[in-house]
């Protein structure tokens, strides 16, 4: 029998606990070696997920490292910034990789990954989860099945969902492109990735439109204060007011920033909230992530599509128009009419479709999870040069999606991929 892939990962925070945690499950597979992270609490975390009396524990990426090859695959699960040095450290160490989304922030780099990998002939799985998901994977298994016919158009939706948005875009860790990346990088790479991965051909041209209009110092209300612990005098009725992190926003929001949020007290947290960037008032941080965008894309054979981003609905939706019917589906669908995926055939009956995460939990983004670590011990494993279902000979194609549409909205111009990438792919 093939031996358990040992794991090791570079970043112990939040995504790292849920693949550990899930390839836990699977010893039969995996074992979980070693983790680094400059916050000793999280490693710990890992270590106690992991079960075993020889795990190591590192204090940075560069001392795990130093080590050596001491593990199959390295999980890079550090801040986006990070992935580009961390993975290429791993990749000349001789690991294989399962590497959190974006690749890279800047398209030199993911195009630079995609080098590095190829040179030194080991696999890269990226972690788009939706191509995981069961309502992703019932999707394409329609496409495929011919009952659309030829494919013509693809819209798809993402509302990111406003405390999201405010969490993660406006106080969080990519609320400043320079210092994170693009919004349509940083969340809707997922969004490039699957409507690539469904159409299944490469983007030829893209235009896109989108800005930062509403979590700006204007819109704050009258006598609003630069933190929402300092006495806000609408802070009863704001939505985003950061004291919520106490009551109903505690979960699962400020356990991704707070490693203590499961013990403290409300005292402690609002403590913590008087000097953490989540404290903020939502109107005077200084964000400039989109909180709007627009994508309008052309697909090779002249498939059209477009994607919305919007900080202000909730969830995925999308609709899909062939020569023999429309395939559309989605978080709406599912709340409101008890069914994931509809097929309108333009002649026939329609047929709806249920579907239901392998672990029985979630069937869309975080149901995800669990198909990519189950998918990962056959994809790890797979004969040399096969190509792996989220590995880099098309995920590159999905992130040089979303840095064209942010050249497109920059330059308000339509991007030629083909020439845009000669043209990245030559810089220096």
Known sequence: MPHALRLACIGCGARAQTYTALAARKSDRFQIVAGADPVAERVEKIRRISGRPDFQGFDSAESLLAAGKIADVMIVATQDNFHFKHCQGALRLGYDVLLEKPISTTAEQVLEIERLATQANRRVMVCFVLRFAAFYRKAKEIIQSGALGEIVSIQANEGVNPWHQAHSFVRGHWSVAGRSSPMILSKCCHDTDIVHWLVGRRCVRIASFGSLEFFRPERAPV??????????????????????????????????????????????????????????????????????????????????????????????????????????????????????????????????????????????????????????????????????????????????????????????????????????????
């Open 223 to 428: 006598g609003a204060p630069l933190r929402c612990t300092d006495g806000c005098p609408v802070g009863d009725t704001c939505p985003y007011n950061a004291l919520r992190y106490t009551t109903d926003m505690r979960f699962p929001w400020l356990a991704m920033v707070y490693d203590r949020a499961q013990a403290a007290s409300v005292d402690e947290i609002t403590a913590w909230l008087r000097t953490s960037p989540w404290g903020r008032c939502v109107y005077r941080c200084d964000n400039d992530a989109a909180d709007r965008q627009v994508l309008a894309m052309e697909f090779e054979g002249g498939v059209t599509g477009t994607f919305t981003m919007t900080a202000f609905a909730t969830g995925r939706h999308i609709e899909i128009c062939g020569t023999r019917g429309v395939l559309k589906g989605g978080e709406s669908y599912r709340q409101h009419f008890g069914t994931h995926l509809i097929l309108l055939p333009h002649e026939g009956e329609p047929v709806r479709y249920t579907v239901q995460a392998e672990d029985g939990g979630y069937e869309l983004h975080c149901g995800g999870d669990t198909g990519l670590v189950n998918a990962l011990y056959d994809e790890m494993t797979k004969p040399p040069g096969a190509p792996l279902e989220a590995g880099l000979d098309s995920t590159v194609h999905s992130h040089l999606i979303a840095f064209a549409a942010e050249e497109a909205r920059l330059t308000r111009r339509t991007v030629n991929l083909a020439e845009w990438q000669q043209t990245t792919g030559n810089r220096p």
